[in-house]
């Protein structure tokens, strides 16, 4: 996709998100967006920003004749929804230049701390893992719910284990975490039927595409299958078993 057709679909994507009205990207914004193209926003990982940011404006409440949002606004949503993708996939920034231009446009310090976020505890985090796949398992079809089932009783166990856990017995737990994560993710691609798991190769090729020039091989070949497995996440929308991830 070029630059300008990145610029065309996110303005078709904000004028559907402001109920039809159209606002052209032009000039110096039409700029920015080309920008954001140049270094690598996928265009799906850009929605994600924008409803971000509309998902908040509407937390606010019904405001009468709210003026259309322009792409601008969105702009940090977007670089931050951008930063969590390179961070998933394994996607570095060429020379650092996507990273001082993130940080330039959000206006964020040098050393990132802006994003940092506490960690949930331990048990806290099995609690919220168990109650969204306990969620998915009811349209998850019979292979992959099996493994759900599996996944879930072992977590039940990890749960009681995990209050105040530390040192070499949080690095187990996170090991048998990490183990059901995988096993977890086989049943997901394996419940994709072929045409299913084309369409994401398919996928995952548009959004890397720009980065193939920029990486070695054998590290392009790591953060495909990676990009790979996000896409199958979001496919059946389950969550990571990982804390860290």
């Not at 929605?47 to 940090?76: L, M, T």
């Not at 020039?213 to 990571?240: G, K, N, Q, V």
Request: proline share 4%; hydrophobic share 40%.
């Amino acid at each position: 996709m070029s630059p300008g057709e990145f610029c065309r679909e996110i303005e078709t994507y904000l004028c559907r998100k402001n109920d039809g009205h159209l606002i052209r990207i032009v000039g110096p914004v039409f700029e920015k967006v080309c920008g954001w193209a140049a270094q690598g926003v996928p265009i799906k990982i850009a929605y994600r920003g924008i409803d971000r940011y509309f998902e908040r404006q509407q937390a606010k409440g019904p405001a009468p004749r709210r003026r259309p949002i322009r792409v601008e606004f969105c702009e940090a949503d977007i670089l931050d929804a951008f930063d969590e993708w390179r961070r998933a996939v394994g996607v570095t920034a060429s020379g650092a230049a996507v990273a001082a231009s993130s940080d330039a446009s959000t206006g964020e310090a040098e050393d990132g701390h802006a994003h940092a976020k506490r960690r949930p505890g331990l048990q806290t985090h099995i609690d919220r893992v168990m109650a969204r796949l306990t969620q998915r398992r009811m349209d998850s079809g019979a292979r992959l719910g099996e493994v759900i089932d599996r996944v879930l009783g072992e977590l039940d166990t990890l749960r009681a284990r995990a209050r105040g856990v530390r040192s070499d017995a949080r690095t187990v737990l996170i090991d048998r975490l990490t183990a059901n994560d995988r096993d977890l993710m086989l049943a997901a691609r394996e419940a994709l039927d072929s045409s299913e798991l084309d369409d994401l190769r398919r996928e995952t090729a548009r959004e890397l595409e720009p980065f193939r020039s920029r990486m070695p091989a054998d590290a392009f070949r790591e953060t495909s299958e990676a990009a790979l497995e996000r896409l199958i996440r979001e496919r059946w929308r389950l969550p990571s078993l990982r804390p860290d991830a």
